[in-house]
């Protein structure tokens, strides 16, 4: 069965620090893996998309996220957390080559940046 | 370019009772995507559909069903609602079937059964 883990419900970082935030993928194909943002009472924000290629992703908001394949890894980072980063993030699989659309979802992860 | 709308905004109903959740979505995109994000469950897929048809459907009661209409707007129903059924429900749409292109989500429905 296709899932996605990330391992911590709340990461805790100050701001100016760097930032990872960790999602581990289990599918029996070649999955497409996103990230999405959720700020307090809003939809979701496609942050950024792995599907082939250079294993390193740069996507909104100086956000960038790296493939591990051996490890079935999809990490989000970034370099220096803002205040305003603050938010709940889902990691998200989706199997090319068949006829499932649906993305499967993460449990998500509270971000905390303090001042 | 507009963004992927929902109405209403809320829902409140009472168990037993129907709720109709209605989605736009963005200019040109045919597929349609239904979510739930219940508290402590995370988002679990529901329904779906592109070009009117439904390919997809999550492990849901058939109590929860919708629609596609030729405009690519889209419908889900909920009947006799639950307590459990208290959620925000968020639809997404993507322009092909191609795998791989990103959903964009509306900012969601919140349905609160009393």
């Known amino acids: 069965a296709q899932s996605v883990a990330q391992p911590e419900d709340q990461v805790n970082v100050a701001e100016g620090n760097p930032l990872t935030v960790k999602c581990t993928y289990s599918v029996s194909g070649n999955p497409y893996l996103f990230w999405y943002v959720q700020y307090p009472n809003r939809g979701l924000q496609f942050l950024l998309k792995y599907i082939t290629g250079d294993n390193l992703v740069k996507g909104s908001y100086g956000f960038e996220a790296e493939f591990n394949k051996s490890q079935t890894s999809f990490h989000l980072k970034k370099p220096s957390a803002l205040v305003s980063d603050s938010a709940l993030y889902f990691c998200?699989?989706?199997?090319?080559?068949?006829?499932?659309?649906?993305?499967?979802f993460g449990k998500g992860t509270k971000l905390s940046v303090k001042p | 370019e507009a963004g992927v709308t929902q109405s209403p905004t809320h829902l409140i109903k009472t168990r037993g009772q129907q709720a109709t959740l209605r989605c736009s979505p963005i200019?040109?995109?045919?597929?349609v995507y239904w979510y739930q994000q219940a508290l402590g469950l995370g988002l679990q897929f529901l329904l779906w559909y592109d070009e009117g048809e439904e390919r997809n459907r999550g492990n849901f009661p058939p109590r929860f069903s919708g629609r596609q209409f030729p405009n690519y707007s889209s419908e889900l129903n909920v009947n006799a609602l639950e307590l459990e059924d208290s959620a925000l429900y968020l639809c997404?749409?993507?322009?092909?079937?191609?795998?791989?292109?990103?959903?964009?989500f509306g900012p969601g429905t919140r349905l609160t059964v009393l």
């Open positions: 200019s040109g995109h045919t597929s």
């Open positions: 997404a749409s993507s322009s092909t079937t191609i795998l791989g292109n990103e959903q964009f």
């Open positions: 998200a699989v989706r199997l090319y080559g068949g006829s499932q659309g649906n993305l499967i």
